[in-house]
T-cell receptor, first 113, second 119 residues
Framework: GDSVTQMEGPVTLSEEAFLTINCTYT??????LFWYVQYPGEGLQLLLK?????DKGSNKGFEATYRKETTSFHLEKGSVQVSDSAVYFC????????????FGSGTKLNVKP | GAVVSQHPSRVICKSGTSVKIECRSL??????MFWYRQFPKKSLMLMAT?????????EQGVEKDKFLINHASLTLSTLTVTSAHPEDSSFYIC???????????????FGNGTRLTVT
């Protein structure tokens, strides 16, 4: 079945450091891939998405590339800020079961000034 | 962009009472909405899929009689936690897609969640 695996957190970085949060997936079909961000006490916000292989999603300095050959969708940012501190979720939606989103376990990011 | 509004954001109730949580799609119609539960330091657990005009589809292990879902219109779904107990305390989040059937590449849009505390 479909699933998403994320790197365990928390990830602690200093401001302006480079960020990578790994995400790999298993899917029976051709999924669309998403990154969501959750700030404390809030719901999830869509950060970026990619709908087919080699697509790159980007938003607010974050990027992720849909890699079919490695079944990965790693999140990156060149220079993190304190305001990026949040929990990040990788997710997929599969055409074979379009009503369901499969979420990773979430990775908490702490950015220190 | 698509906005999902969830109300209330926080609720405290006594054990044995019922609590209703509302989820509205403000600028789009949602034939399907989804209810999630999030435990501390855990990912989201899909509880049920709410279908406008028909019965909700519950995930395995979710009690239908405890978590009543109603989707009376294309913009409103409600989750009622009946006879709440302290173990029902959690963060409940609703979501909806603004795409039609087959729009699997359209994202989910989430409400801001409801923090339920049962004393």
């Amino acid at each position: 079945g479909d699933s998403v695996t994320q790197m365990e957190g928390p990830v602690t970085l200093s401001e302006e450091a480079f960020l990578t949060i790994n995400c790999t997936y298993t899917a029976t079909g051709y999924p669309s891939l998403f990154w969501y961000v959750q700030y404390p006490g809030e719901g999830l916000q869509l950060l970026l998405k990619a709908t087919k292989a080699d697509d790159k999603g980007s938003n607010k300095g974050f990027e992720a590339t849909y890699r079919k050959e490695t079944t990965s969708f790693h999140l990156e940012k060149g220079s993190v800020q304190v305001s990026d501190s949040a929990v990040y979720f990788c997710a997929l939606s599969d055409l074979n079961n379009f009503n369901k989103f499969y979420f990773g376990s979430g990775t908490k990011l702490n950015v220190k000034p | 962009g698509a906005v999902v509004s969830q109300h209330p954001s926080r609720v405290i109730c006594k054990s044995g009472t019922s609590v209703k949580i509302e989820c509205r799609s403000l600028d789009f119609q949602a034939t399907t909405m989804f209810w999630y539960r999030q435990f501390p330091k855990k990912s989201l657990m899909l509880m049920a899929t709410s279908n406008e005009g028909s019965k909700a589809t519950y995930e395995q292990g979710v009690e239908k009689d405890k978590f009543l879902i109603n989707h009376a219109s294309l913009t409103l779904s409600t989750l009622t936690v009946t006879s709440a107990h302290p173990e029902d305390s959690s963060f409940y989040i609703c979501s909806a897609r603004d795409g039609g059937p087959g729009e699997y590449n359209s994202p989910l849009h989430f409400g801001n969640g409801t923090r339920l505390t049962v004393t």
